[in-house]
Every structure is written in structure tokens, then in C-alpha cells.
């Protein structure tokens, strides 16, 4: 019999952890190597969301996409171990909806090996009892995948699950699979933006917040 009352899912980067210094390291490292023009942290922050690929290909181009990606992935497990930071206030909800018995996963489109170096420098992973990242799936956020295979797995329904983002794509995510959406202006996305696509609810952290 299935006792799980309510499922909380949250995004990573952005939501959970500031992860955007290993991201533009690694990014400028690749630009560099293939004679392209470095960019700006803010340029990359906006480029971030969809995977490492998407965030990639417009500098890039698709001939040299493969190449780029492998080194960018390369590059980019060295740099997570020194440029992530848990965000503000992060730590302390998972505390408390630990203690109140939700059941925590996390759904990223980032590829597993990048969330698995996260949540082992932060220390995060303790808290979670599932994951679904990029590479697990067939179709990245904003397709409903990631969310309905979660609620399959705990056999629970839409109005169980909370989804916790920082991105437009995540409100529409949300949506699609029926299920009710924080988010947290922390990440890649300005407060203005992600109230216009209509969230559930819309905080600037999560300092303070309750679930």
C-alpha cells in the first residue's frame, strides 16, 4: 500500500544551488579552445536551462557541437568541484520538509554525472530519495516526462506533487503535467518573467519559505 501523501520536486541549478561560476568557467574554457569569442557571466546565465548541449550550440555551431560538448563536459566536472553554492535558505526547507515527511526528488536537465558531483559538494544528497536528470529520459523539461514518471514512481496524484523551479521552463513543465508550481526567482529567470507565465506561487528565495 502506498503511504506517500506528498512528493516535493525541486530543479537544481538555480533553484537549489548557485552553480553559475563552474558554468561560465567551463563555458570560456571551450569558447577559448575553439577561438570564439569569450562571453559574459550574464550572457551564459541567460543561455543555461535546457542542457549543456542547447546551452552550447548557438556559440558553437553544429559542426563543432561533439567536439565542444565533450570538452565541455571534461572541463566542467573539475570546475563543479569548487564553483557550486548552496543558495540561501535552501538547506533549511529541506530540513523542515524532511520533518513534516515529504518525499523529496529532483528533476534537472543537467546530465547525471554533473547532479551526482552537486549534491556530493554540496552535501545535499542525503535529502533526496529520487532523481531524474537530462540523460534519463527522452525528453527534457519542458515535456512533462521527468514529473509524470515521478508521480508513477510514488503513485501519487498531480494534486500531491509540488515542483519547485527558477525557470519559465519549469512553470511550464509544471503545467503540463498538471501540477502545481513554485517559483523562486534565484536562477536565470527575473521575477517579472516568471510571474507573467503564471505560477502557482512566486518567491524571490526560498529564505523563509514554507511548502
Known amino acids: 500500500m502506498n503511504h506517500v501523501k506528498r512528493v516535493v520536486v525541486f530543479d537544481l541549478d538555480g533553484t537549489l544551488v548557485d552553480a553559475y561560476q563552474a558554468i561560465t568557467s567551463s563555458f570560456n574554457q571551450v569558447m577559448r579552445a575553439f577561438g570564439l569569442a569569450m562571453q559574459p557571466a550574464a550572457v551564459i ?31 566542467h566536472c573539475r570546475d563543479l568541484e569548487k564553483g557550486v553554492r548552496i543558495l540561501p535558505g535552501a538547506k533549511r526547507l529541506l530540513q523542515q520538509l524532511e520533518k513534516n515527511g515529504s518525499v523529496l526528488a529532483i528533476a534537472s536537465n543537467r546530465p547525471r554525472r554533473f547532479c551526482r558531483i552537486i549534491l556530493r559538494v554540496t552535501g545535499l544528497r542525503l535529502f533526496f530519495d529520487y532523481m531524474l536528470c537530462g540523460d534519463d529520459v527522452r525528453h527534457r523539461k519542458p515535456h512533462p516526462q521527468m ?3 515521478i508521480m508513477r514512481r510514488y503513485h501519487v496524484l498531480p494534486e500531491q506533487v509540488l515542483y519547485v523551479g527558477d525557470m519559465i521552463i519549469d512553470i511550464e513543465t509544471g503545467k503540463r503535467a498538471g501540477v502545481r508550481t513554485v517559483a523562486v526567482a534565484s536562477g536565470s529567470c527575473r521575477a517579472a518573467e516568471l510571474r507573467r507565465a503564471m505560477p502557482y506561487r512566486l518567491v524571490k528565495s526560498l529564505v523563509g519559505v514554507k511548502l
Do not use: M, Q, S, W
Not at 543555461?48 to 565541455?72: C, Q
Open 45 to 75: 546565465r541567460r543561455a543555461v536551462g535546457l542542457g549543456d548541449r542547447a546551452l552550447l550550440l548557438p556559440f558553437v555551431g553544429a559542426d563543432t557541437i561533439e567536439k565542444a560538448l565533450a570538452l565541455y563536459r571534461r572541463l
Open 147 to 149: 514529473l509524470r514518471a
